[in-house]
């Protein structure tokens, strides 16, 4: 039998510009209230005694990391398949879920249509199989261990509505937003598949902290 092996996921820190459209092609940094974010984390995740400190190799993943390391005392790995979503066009563009290419792809992915997408961006087609590649060679590289992984918002929710039973890009609205250090508990193995004891929740320490 194999080992069960828990996973906490979870979404970068504050970057310094909240408001715009961040895909892969935008490698920026924290906030200063996304610096505090992650140290506040840092505290959190310390408690939960991981063994296994992961993340995407864009910068706003690797500066929430560090944190995490600094307090737990583990080496930070990277996986750059969990990098963010490729978005062309929306790349600093102001964000929005109401209105032009983000909100069009929604509802298409929403609707079942999942190899749609816009001018130089990733489909949920496209995510999914990278994620899950990505995932599926990381959790065979750690079977059994307590691993912390930090990504982007995107990357949660596709692993969330691919991985889980009883999901898909139907339930995307319901998942809502990921906030900032949003962090999703997953448990499992290769056998029995992945089940969540928590979904999309902020740690206390970093609400805290919310202005």
Not at 10 to 39: C, K, M, W, Y
Not at 177 to 188: C, D, H, I, M
Request: aromatic share 8%.
């Amino acid at each position: 039998m194999i080992r069960e092996t828990r996973v906490w996921l979870a979404r970068h820190a504050e970057t310094t510009t909240p408001t715009v459209f961040h895909g892969a092609e935008s490698d920026i940094g924290l906030s200063e209230l996304g610096e505090r974010q992650a140290v506040a984390a840092a505290e959190w995740f310390q408690t939960l005694q991981p063994t296994r400190l992961i993340s995407s190799n864009m910068l706003r993943a690797r500066r929430t990391a560090a944190s995490i390391a600094r307090e737990t005392g583990l080496p930070h790995l990277i996986e750059s398949r969990f990098h963010e979503r490729r978005i062309g066009d929306m790349s600093g563009q102001p964000f929005s879920t109401t209105d032009g290419f983000w909100a069009i792809t929604v509802r298409e992915w929403s609707s079942g249509n999942t190899a749609y997408t816009t001018p130089d961006a990733e489909s949920f087609d496209d995510l999914r199989e990278r994620l899950i590649t990505a995932w599926n060679d990381t959790m065979a590289a750690h079977v059994g261990e307590r691993i912390v992984i930090i990504a982007h918002g995107i990357v949660c929710k596709i692993l969330l509505l691919c991985l889980l039973n009883d999901f898909g890009p139907k339930r995307w609205e319901e998942l809502g937003r990921v906030p900032n250090l949003a962090v999703s508990e997953l448990f499992g193995n290769s056998e029995t598949g992945w089940h969540s004891t928590q979904i999309l929740q902020v740690p206390p320490p970093v609400l805290a902290l919310q202005p």
